[in-house]
């Protein structure tokens, strides 16, 4: 079957670093997304990777290794407004999208 | 600039009555249309999409059905709600292309009660 692991729910502090990680097991794979979504709001798209390595976007980056099944989303100087859920869905030979149940991200002062 | 509207933004609704929620889509010509529900704290769960007017895909069967009259106007509908029907709903577009990039709706949050 296919599967997109990725934590429940992280905790960082503001200003800092963290990293989300997301693994997946699909049949195909036609490109890798992440998604933002605050509470109560539709999800809005961050990035998407087909091609292995880093893609920068201001604060937030995202990795992909397609030999490991891998992604990470890294958001640097984080901010209260980051504060939501991060979805990672990966697009498998039929261009559908399988998508993961999203890391809740909560933000300290 | 491309634009997504989905109406109405919260609908509570009793058992058994029936649903219709609409959903279009402006600054863009044949985009692939999909609907998702969304349990509270839960992932998306694609329950339909269409390639264009007439033509739907299902996805999980159910109690609901979809429509597209229009090339840019998609329609989630139900004769007899559930209470497990409950859910935000999200309608999508993308343009066919490679990356075909899925961007949502502001969204419908349903009660069925």
């Known amino acids: 079957g296919q599967n997109i692991d990725q934590p429940t729910e992280m905790t960082a502090t503001e200003g800092a670093i963290v990293q989300i990680n997301c693994t997946y097991q699909?049949?195909?794979?036609?490109?890798l997304f992440w998604y933002q979504q605050h509470a109560g709001e539709a999800p809005t798209f961050l990035s998407y990777?087909?091609l292995d390595g880093l893609e920068e976007k201001g604060r937030f980056s995202s990795f992909l290794s397609r030999s490991k099944g891998y992604s990470y989303l890294l958001l640097k100087e984080l901010q209260m407004k980051d504060s939501a859920s991060y979805l990672c869905?990966?697009?498998?030979?039929?261009?559908?999208?399988?998508w993961g149940a999203g890391t809740k991200l909560i933000i300290k002062p | 600039s491309q634009t997504i509207h989905q109406w109405p933004a919260t609908l509570v609704q009793p058992v058994g009555s029936p649903l219709s929620l609409e959903c279009t889509v402006e600054?863009?010509?044949?985009?692939?249309l999909y609907w998702y529900r969304q349990a509270a704290g839960r992932g998306l769960q694609l329950l339909f999409y269409?390639?264009?007017?007439?033509?739907i895909s299902s996805e999980v069967p159910q109690n609901l059905s979809a429509s597209r009259p229009q090339d840019r106007q998609f329609i989630l509908s139900s004769k007899k709600l559930l209470l497990s029907d409950s859910g935000f709903y999200l309608c999508?577009?993308?343009?066919?292309?490679?990356?075909?990039?899925?961007?949502f709706g502001p969204g419908t949050r349903l009660l069925v009660l």
């Open positions: 999508a577009w993308s343009v066919k292309a490679d990356q075909e990039t899925q961007y």
């Open positions: 600054g863009t010509s044949n985009p692939n």
């Open positions: 269409s390639v264009g007017i007439g033509q």
């Open positions: 699909t049949s195909g794979f036609n490109g």
């Open positions: 990777n087909v």
């Open positions: 869905a990966v697009m498998d030979s039929n261009y559908q999208l399988i």
